[in-house]
């Protein structure tokens, strides 16, 4: 609960700022996809140089609940269901179909850039 009131009070610039570069290297190494794998979120989350407090969020932005219950094995469902509504939240997104296709599709869209190496 501290993380995500920490998160929510002093780390939504974090947030908006660590989502894009995640996005950009799992887009680059694994394709433009809505999920990936909790192995793949952990090679961006590296490459990224991602802060160990905000890996929950990403992974659970990124992957399907299974693949984030054996990346966060220490959380469970409702913690899966709560960061991904406090993703929504932070990053403005429109609805609760959250995915990292919609979030790259966002971004694309706000940074005015019709085409980052591929089709999202």
Request: hydrophobic share 40%; aromatic share 8%; with cysteine.
């Amino acid at each position: 609960m501290l993380d995500s009131l920490s998160r929510m009070m002093f780390g939504r610039d974090r947030v908006k700022w660590v989502f894009p570069k995640v996005a950009n290297s799992l887009k680059q190494h694994f394709g433009a996809s809505g999920q990936y794998t909790a192995g793949q979120v952990k090679r961006a989350l590296t490459e990224a140089k991602v802060a160990p407090d905000l890996h929950p969020l990403v992974y659970a932005t990124a992957c399907l609940e299974d693949e984030f219950l054996k990346a966060q094995p220490d959380l469970g469902p409702e913690d899966y269901k709560a960061l991904r509504a406090e993703t929504i939240e932070i990053l403005d997104l429109p609805h609760a179909n959250l995915s990292m296709r919609l979030f790259m599709q966002r971004h694309r869209s706000e940074t005015g850039n019709s085409d980052e190496g591929g089709a999202v």
